[in-house]
C-alpha cells in the first residue's frame, strides 16, 4: 500500500518538475500528460459536484449506485494520470534519449570539468531536472538554439 502512495508523490513531483515548454510537446508523451493531469486535478471537482447536483435535483433519473460510480470514476482519473507520471519518472532513459541527454549535459557544462551530473543510467526525472536547468539557462529557444532538436 505504501508503494501506491510513494508513486503518486513521485507522480506530483515529476509533475511540477517537467518543463512546459511547446517545444516538447511534439517530443515527450509527458508533456501531454502533464498538461491532461493539471487540467483534470482542476477540473473534476466541478464535475463531481455537477454529477452529485444531479443526482439530489433528479432522484428518478440518476441511481445512487451509478452517481457514486461516475462519481469514484472521476476521482480515479487524475489519480491514474499520477500514478502514470510517478512510473514513467523512475524508468531509466532508452539509448537515444541517454546520447541526447549526454548532448544536453555537454552543451550545458561545456567543457568545465567541475560540474558532476549522473551519467549511470538517467532516468526521466533526471531529464525533467536537466531541461529545467536548460531552459533557465539558455531561455525558451535553448534546445533550437544549440540545435539540439
Known amino acids: 500500500m505504501f508503494g501506491f502512495f510513494d508513486l503518486v508523490k513521485k507522480g506530483e513531483h515529476y509533475l511540477k518538475t517537467w518543463p512546459k515548454q511547446a517545444c516538447l510537446y ?10 491532461y493531469t493539471q487540467l483534470l486535478i ?18 428518478v433519473y440518476f441511481s445512487w449506485p451509478s452517481t457514486a460510480t461516475f ?21 531509466t532513459l532508452s539509448p537515444s534519449l541517454f546520447a541526447w541527454y549526454v548532448e544536453i549535459i555537454e552543451v550545458l557544462n561545456g567543457k568545465q570539468p ?32 544549440n540545435e539540439l532538436i
Do not use: E, T
Open 26 to 35: 511534439s517530443l515527450f508523451i509527458d508533456s501531454k500528460m502533464v498538461c
Open 42 to 59: 482542476k477540473i473534476f471537482p466541478v464535475f463531481i459536484v455537477l454529477v452529485a447536483s444531479l443526482y439530489i435535483i433528479f432522484p
Open 71 to 91: 462519481i469514484l470514476f472521476l476521482i480515479g482519473l487524475p489519480i491514474h494520470c499520477l500514478l502514470w507520471l510517478g512510473k514513467r519518472s523512475q524508468q
Open 114 to 145: 567541475g560540474q558532476q551530473v549522473m551519467l549511470d543510467k538517467p532516468r526521466f526525472i533526471d531529464l525533467a531536472k536537466l531541461l529545467n536547468r536548460g531552459f533557465k539557462k539558455g531561455g525558451d529557444n535553448f534546445l533550437y538554439n
